[in-house]
């Protein structure tokens, strides 16, 4: 592509033609007046005009070579694309399953994990006193319990449904947002049920 697009950016070739019609055109008059003064011969002129007239067809194939190198980066640019692999989401790769350049079979689902740090996503196991206490759109109060030690504000985004029979709890997904991404995914924490 970046070949094609150097290409496509010269003008080099019609520059060089048209330096060289101008003289084409020099020669032609000098050939011209000398002729009408008897002193050069008419094939002389004739000549002239030949190269004039070549010249000016080796400017319209600079032109033509010129509108091709554009649609020569257009395809390459096409193409490119094609072949760039982009994530539906921003994050942190964690962890690549294909070296870059290699060719990626249609059957192949999974050429790298990426962990979206925007909103990180907190989920908890509730005990079912609490399952009609929590709904989505509620604020609750998150805390680390690891060697970290911050506390966030996370809204609830799904509350489930189906209870887990042998624990007596029920699922709670909660988002916190982390634009900076400050704050480290995969920690442990708790959730303070108490619904502001």
Partial sequence: MDMAE??????LEIRA??????????????A?????KNVGAITQVESAQIELELTKL?????????????????QAKAMLSRRTVR???????VSVEIAPGAFVASEQVKIMTISVMDPLHVEVFAPSKFHNKVK??????????STLNGQYRAKV?????????????????LAIDNKDGKIPAGTRCKVEFNVE
Wanted: zero cysteines.
């Fill in 6 to 11: 150097v290409r496509m950016n010269s003008d």
């Fill in 17 to 30: 033609g048209e330096t060289r019609l101008a003289q084409r055109q020099k020669e032609l008059d000098r």
């Fill in 32 to 36: 011209q007046a000398l002729a009408d």
């Fill in 58 to 74: 080796t400017i319209e194939q600079a032109k033509l070579t010129h509108a091709l190198a554009k649609i020569e980066f257009e």
């Fill in 87 to 93: 994530s539906p989401a921003d994050g942190l790769v």
């Fill in 136 to 145: 989505v759109g509620d604020i609750l109060k998150v805390s680390q319990t």
């Fill in 157 to 173: 985004t799904v509350v489930d449904q189906v209870f887990d029979a042998a624990s007596g709890t029920f699922g709670v997904q």
